[in-house]
C-alpha cells in the first residue's frame, strides 16, 4: 500500500514520529496493516552499525531487504533509520515504485545543536545514544531532503524542538490523509507509483524459470539425438514427445552442433521477448511445446 521513509539527523525524534504516525494510522477510519523497520528489528547496535562505512554499507543493506521483503498493496511500511544518504532514499523509493504503492518521506526538522543536547541527555539518562565521534561524523554527512527530487516528494515536516511531536500534529495528520485516501480516476493529489519494464519483477526471467526452460530443451534436444541414433540415417516421420506435445517434423539430419545453436537462439529469443510480452514459461511442458514449435519452423525453412 506504501513506504514510509522516517528521515532526520541522529537524535532528532524519528522514533518518536514513527510511533505517532503509526498510532494515527491505526485511529484512521480505514486500518491498514503497519509495520516499523528499524535498526532494533535486528538488534543492531547504533554505535557499531555506524562505526565505519563497511559496517554502515551492511545496516543499510539489511533495512533494505527487509522492506523489499515487506512491501505489499496490503500493507504500510515505515522505515525508521537515519536515511540521511539521498541515494539511500532513491533506491527505498526504487523499491516503492517497483511495488507499485504509495509512497513519502517523514522529516524530522532539528538543529544540530539541539539534537546534540538530546543525544547527551540520553546518555546521562542510561538510554542508547551515540558516541560523539559517530555522532559528528553522521551530523556531517546528513543530506536534507528535498520535495523537489522525486524520492523526497512528497515531503511532510515536524519540527520536534519547536513542537511536540503528537498523533493529531499537522504533518502527521496530512502524512494519514495521504496514505489512506482512496484513489480514483479523479484523484490528483496522491500519486501511487507506477513500476517500469525495469522495475517490474513480475517481467524478470526468475531462476525457476530459466532452470525450467533449460532442462525442457535439453530434453528435446536429447530425443531427438536419440531418435536419430536409432534411425542410422534413414527418414523420420516424427518423434513423439509425450501426450499432448507436438511431434518434431525433421526430413533431414540435424547434427549436434546445429541443435545447440537453435537452442540457444530459443532461449535468447524468449527472455528478450519476455521483457515486453508474457514471461517465459514456468513449467517443462509449456517450454517443451514452445521449443518444438521454433524448432518445427526453423526446420521446415532450412
Known sequence: MALVVICGQPCSGKSKAALCLVEALRNAEYKPTVRIIDETSFH????????DMPAEKNLRGVLRSEVDRSLSRDNIIIVDSL?????????????????GIRYCVLYCDVEETQCRKWNEERRERGETSYDDKIFEDLVRRFERPDRRNRWDSPLFEVFPSRDSIEKSSLAILDAVSYLTKRVDSKTRDVRVLQPTIATQTARVSEANSLYEMDRATQEVMNAIVEAQSQAIGGPLNGINLGQGLPN??????????ELRRLRRTFIKLTGQSSLSGP????????????FVDYLNRELENT
Open 83 to 99: 536515511n540521511s544518504i539521498k541515494g539511500y532514499r532513491y533506491e527505498l523509493w526504487c523499491l516503492a515504485r517497483a511495488a
Open 248 to 257: 518434431i517434423n525433421i526430413s533431414r539430419a540435424v547434427g549436434l552442433p
Open 279 to 290: 514471461p517465459p514459461p514456468s513449467d517443462a511442458e509449456s517450454a517443451k511445446r514452445m
Open 44 to 51: 543492531l547496535d547504533r554505535n557499531q552499525s555506524y562505526a
